[in-house]
């Protein structure tokens, strides 16, 4: 008897203080209902949250789901409870699409990259999932977004529609006063993407707000991460094996912090690994490295890159046993911008043809720059200046 009184008293002292944790677990079952004899499919989360695949969705790789994952978007949207928004759920499998379009105070949620796939069908022409003009206070999670470009897919990843800059909402409580909002306040974590024809990452201007964590960009035609984008964030990434570079970065005060950009320019070698054309950005604890052209290229004003590293960038296009003999750790062409720790190095020492990778540690290219504090070692030759 006693062992039951006191069970009761915790329950009744946990409804007190986690109502929302009992709301949870009660609806849990009715999460995401698509009908009749539809078992419900939540995510391990204790929120309410709806999963495509009780709207439809199949997973299998090659049904096309865009129908039902657009069914179960709505749903999200339109729920009482929380109001305009919700956790939407994909279990693990390869969802097939024709390219997602995300909508407001929706939570995208999988079971983590390589397992939860959101695939763009064969030969079709779109982006992957699109965040339109008129979304904001969003985030997905535990994804892949893969463009299929082996199979005629052709378009970007995640591609951020242009936005004027203003207005900006401070949004906290699901509450909207204007149809367009500069500030995404969107967060993006643990997502892959790949296999994309153009970017895995597209961002125009005038974005705000936009926080990556723990992303990984890989195998795509142009870049992994283009922004035009403004006062956003990226963080613990790598940036692998994209044609042309793994950052091109033409907005401003954007932070870029502890990430490899690596084995990137395979097809165009003409930009860098990371390619900076934007103005008061900071670079910090990134590492380009095995990339077939320049590590670093500042090409903005007033950015600051610090403790960077530059390692065995320069490779002939197609050949990692030669130098392309043109390469630097970082091309310093901007203006007022200050490099502090840095360092450039080969680690691979001499290659088969006699050279190291990286032909010079930084080149000068206009006379207007700021403090220099880049160290190189013997694999390198003297600072170069135009």
């Known amino acids: 008897m006693k062992h039951i009184s006191s069970y009761l008293s915790v329950l009744m002292l946990s409804t007190v203080l986690f109502p929302s944790s009992i709301y949870a677990q009660a609806t849990e079952s009715a999460v995401g209902n698509g009908g009749p004899g539809v078992a419900a499919a939540v995510p391990p989360v204790g929120l309410p949250a709806i999963s495509v695949v009780n709207y439809g969705a ?33 279990p693990a499998g390869v969802y097939i699409t024709t390219g997602v379009t995300l909508r407001s105070y929706v939570n995208m ?21 699109t965040v339109p003009v008129d979304a904001f206070n969003f985030s997905i999670s535990g994804l892949t977004l893969d463009g299929n470009s082996r199979r005629g897919g052709t378009g970007n990843c995640f591609f951020v529609a242009p936005t004027s800059t203003g207005p900006a909402e401070w949004n906290t409580a699901n509450k909207r006063t204007a149809p367009v909002n500069a500030q995404k306040w969107g967060h993006v974590e643990e997502v892959m993407f790949s296999h994309c024809s153009v970017d895995g990452i597209h961002i125009n201007a005038f974005n705000y707000m936009l926080f990556f964590d723990n992303f990984y960009a890989f195998d795509n035609g142009v870049y992994g ?89 320069g490779y002939a296009q197609k050949d990692v046993n030669a130098s392309s003999r043109v390469a630097s750790g970082f091309v310093i062409a901007g203006s007022g911008s200050v490099y502090i720790g840095d360092k450039v190095t080969s680690y691979r020492g001499r290659l088969p043809d006699g050279n190291f990778t990286t032909e010079w540690p930084y080149s000068l290219e206009g006379p207007d720059h700021g403090k220099i504090d880049i160290t190189y070692d013997n694999t390198n030759k003297p600072p170069h200046t135009h």
Request: some cysteine.
């Open 109 to 129: 949620k999988g079971d983590g990259w390589g397992t939860s796939v959101l695939m763009l069908k064969p030969h079709t022409a779109a982006d992957v999932l």
């Open 58 to 90: 199949i997973g299998d790789g090659s049904t096309d789901d865009t129908a039902a994952i657009n069914s179960a978007m709505s749903a999200c949207v339109d729920r009482a409870r929380p109001h305009n928004g919700c956790v939407l759920y994909f």
């Open 225 to 313: 991460l283009y922004t035009e984008g403004t006062n956003s964030g990226f963080t613990n990434f790598q940036i692998e094996r994209n044609g042309t570079a793994g950052i091109h970065l033409a907005g401003s005060n954007d932070r870029f912090t502890s990430g490899e950009v690596i084995w990137n320019g395979g097809t165009v070698g003409a930009e860098a690994a990371v390619y900076v054309s934007g103005a008061r950005n900071i670079i910090t604890a990134v590492e380009t490295e095995d990339s077939y052209t320049n590590g670093f290229f500042d090409k903005g004003s007033n950015n600051v890159f610090m403790g960077c590293i530059s390692d065995s960038n």
